[in-house]
């Protein structure tokens, strides 16, 4: 049975920074791109990056471009989201998944709320 956890979201200052995580399970994690996604409130998911299976980071959203880092460990079957200078905008639910083609059912999300 295919997981996806994600966490390390919460509330912070604009400016502030968060490391997000997400933990696979249940499918050949190290063989896949992987990425992270967001979905703001009324608005639909957006893509935000995603790292090759050998950790070329070939595609970030320009909204995040210098400012969020992924990263993955492939023992830990894991992949991170490092997320510095945050914005009021960068408030979502944050996802993983498979990418660019999402193949599994996404995990609850984590909230990451930015404040002004």
């Known amino acids: 049975q295919v997981q996806l956890v994600e966490s390390g979201g919460g509330l912070v200052q604009a400016g502030g920074s968060l490391r997000l995580s997400c933990a696979a399970s249940?499918?050949?994690?190290?063989?896949?791109?992987m990425g992270w996604f967001r979905q703001a409130p009324g608005k639909e998911r957006e893509s935000v990056g995603r790292?090759?299976?050998?950790?070329?980071?070939?595609y970030y959203a320009d909204s995040v471009k210098g400012r969020f880092t992924i990263s993955r460990d492939n023992a830990k079957n894991t992949i991170y989201l490092q997320m510095n200078s945050l914005k009021p905008e960068d408030t979502a639910v944050y996802y993983c998944?498979?990418?660019?083609?999402?193949?599994?059912?996404w995990g609850q999300g984590t909230q990451v709320t930015v404040s002004s």
């Open positions: 998944n498979t990418a660019p083609a999402v193949i599994y059912s």
């Open positions: 249940g499918f050949t994690f190290s063989s896949y791109t």
């Open positions: 790292i090759t299976a050998s950790s070329i980071v070939p």
